[in-house]
């Protein structure tokens, strides 16, 4: 009787020990832990602000190249498209320019968003970035005016008469032989 006393005193003595040790390991793993998923949170929300920003401006040049809005119009498109992130875009982010490229007009649009981190971490990471898109479209004409320059018509050309073709006959196929039915085996119970 006395060594399983013995026995059960050392088991709870370890015990006591073991839980001391977990303890010790969650407070040194939790805060990292903690910092990687709201990391992994943080690159997710700045990279769905980046792809928002980018089809704002991207949105906006392709209604500048149609000749459907006023630069101010198309301000507020990028403004409005940009409304569903964290940190609001004004008219003031957003430039609107008419450019000539290889001779032909466009309009080029920038959309800048200025981000503020949910985790503030001085001397590794910075409290706030800008990320900017710039789309550059060429104008379209009006629709129902022809595209500017030269259309090449083709010219009528002769088209020779009816060709003497073969014809295909049906000839008669010779019919597959089936298969019999092979015998089930006595294991399977067919």
Known sequence: MYPKRWLRRLRQKGDRGRKGQAVVELAVLLPLFLVMIIGVV????SMNGYVTVVDAARDGARLGSK????DDQIKNLVVLETNRLRNATTTGD???TH????????VRVQACNTR???LHVPLVMPNSFTMCSTTTMRMLPPSGTPAPGPTNTPAPTNTPGPTNTPTRTNTPVPPTPT???TPCPWWMHC
Request: proline share 8%; glycine share 4%; net charge negative.
């Open 94 to 96: 957003v430039t609107v």
């Open 67 to 70: 000749n459907l809005a006023t």
């Open 42 to 45: 943080e690159v997710a929300d």
């Open 179 to 181: 298969r019999t039915p």
């Open 99 to 106: 450019p000539t490229v290889n001779g032909v007009a466009a």
């Open 116 to 118: 503020t981190l949910m």
